[in-house]
């Protein structure tokens, strides 16, 4: 397997990650709790989209790539393309993505492969997504004590198909494991530890 092939199997995963993630999130137009995360939200949205654009740009012609593909030849994460669900799920999902995304772009961006000038404008996008998902993650766990259980926000305590933050088994070809390495590896620093200490401060 090439090089070029290898890169090319790479910017096709991660754009589909940022592609579908950013249409998940423009779901929340008009719907947002309040007017302001109705932007904030718009915003990372776009983010995603622009990263979306300039990998699938890499790996062919991006609008072929984005609207005339089979449902199945996509390869992103299962955790993208999960349901919004209500706003606490949607923020715990975008935490651990965008924790994911800083860990695997911060790598990228220190090398000096295809995707290192991406990376090093992307970090500083996922470094502002990260944060607002901390935030917001903190103001739903700062809940009176009349208020339900975090649990009962974010689908009974479960995490988001974080354990699938690598394209599924059955669609993985023996080509495509090898581009897909760094995911791996981030992966096991990913379970380890979802955000910095602020998160771990808050006791029940």
Not at 1 to 16: C, F, P, Y
Not at 124 to 139: C, F, G, I, P, S
């Amino acid at each position: 397997m090439t090089a070029t092939t290898t890169a090319t199997a790479a910017a096709l995963a991660l754009g589909d990650d940022a592609l579908v993630l950013s249409h998940r999130l423009g779901e929340w137009a008009g719907h947002a709790p309040v007017l302001e995360e109705e932007v904030a939200l718009a915003n990372i949205a776009l983010d995603l989209l622009g990263q979306a654009r300039v990998l699938l740009s890499m790996a062919g012609d991006e609008d072929e790539l984005a609207y005339l593909r089979e449902e199945r030849a996509f390869r992103n994460l299962q955790l993208v393309e999960q349901p919004n669900g209500d706003f606490a799920h949607t923020i715990a999902r975008q935490l651990y993505f965008s924790t994911h995304q800083h860990l695997l772009y911060a790598r990228l961006a220190t090398g000096d492969g295809p995707f290192a000038g991406l990376a090093a404008k992307a970090v500083k996008e996922v470094a502002y997504h990260r944060d607002h998902a901390e935030q917001w993650t903190l103001r739903l766990g700062d809940r009176p004590r009349t208020s339900p259980p975090p649990s009962e926000h974010t689908g009974g305590g479960r995490r988001p198909r974080c354990g699938r933050l690598r394209p599924d088994d059955r669609t993985q070809t023996a080509s495509q494991r090898p581009a897909l390495d760094h995911r791996r590896r981030r992966q096991r620093d990913f379970g380890r530890a979802p955000s910095d200490d602020r998160l771990r401060r808050r006791g029940p």
